[in-house]
């Protein structure tokens, strides 16, 4: 009942930016939390950021300083802006939400995204 699509990911060389975006759309009532993971070969998935209704955000300490989460909530829509970037933040990017939808009850759950790969070589 609810997608995410993701956009923005790349290759780009060490020490600069990319913008990622996921946008949710189906039948949603409310976003809740909405956050952005990071996973690579042989690791389990992290938390990278997380921004809540309020817009209160926490972040992964490797990136704070360097990478910014946002929300358009008009659009259903979270960023990721990401500065300074490091050959470590190499990873695919996952969007998640807590979303509830538009059924009997309301329920609530957590939706992801497909995932966006970023590469930061030179």
């Known amino acids: 009942q609810v997608q995410l699509v993701e956009s923005g990911g790349g290759l780009v060389q060490p020490g600069g930016s990319l913008r990622l975006s996921c946008a949710a759309s189906g039948s949603i009532f409310a976003i809740y939390d909405m956050a952005w993971y990071r996973q690579v070969p042989g690791k389990s998935r992290e938390l990278v950021a997380q921004?809540?209704?309020?817009?209160?955000?926490n972040y992964l300490d490797s990136v704070k300083g360097r990478f910014t989460i946002s929300r358009d909530d008009a659009k259903n829509t979270v960023y990721l802006q990401m500065n300074s970037l490091k050959p470590e933040d190499t990873a695919v990017y996952y969007c998640?939400?807590?979303?509830?939808?538009?059924?009997?009850?309301?329920?609530?759950?957590?939706?992801w995204g497909q995932g966006t790969q970023v590469t930061v070589s030179s």
């Open positions: 998640n939400a807590d979303v509830q939808i538009w059924l009997p009850g309301r329920p609530r759950g957590p939706y």
């Open positions: 921004i809540d209704a309020s817009r209160r955000s």
